[in-house]
């Protein structure tokens, strides 16, 4: 359940950072790898934001 807050906390502050509602808005930007090998295959994706010096990922 901890882990559900954080994740909609993270969804919440990157949908008001990205519409601009504390300033100007940010760009997010996102992630998806495919790869292949000989354990088999696998994938990820990311999101990210970056203002400034600060920058939040959050991948799987």
């Not at 949908?15 to 504390?22: E, K, P, T, V, Y």
């Not at 090998?37 to 934001?49: I, K, N, Q, R």
């Amino acid at each position: 359940m901890r882990i559900l807050r954080v994740v909609l906390l993270i969804s919440v502050g990157a949908a008001l950072a990205g519409c601009g509602a504390d300033g100007e808005p940010i760009q997010p930007t996102m992630s998806a790898n495919v790869g292949v090998g000989s354990s088999g295959t696998y994938g990820g994706v990311g999101l990210g934001l970056r203002r400034g010096g600060l920058g939040v990922y959050l991948g799987l």
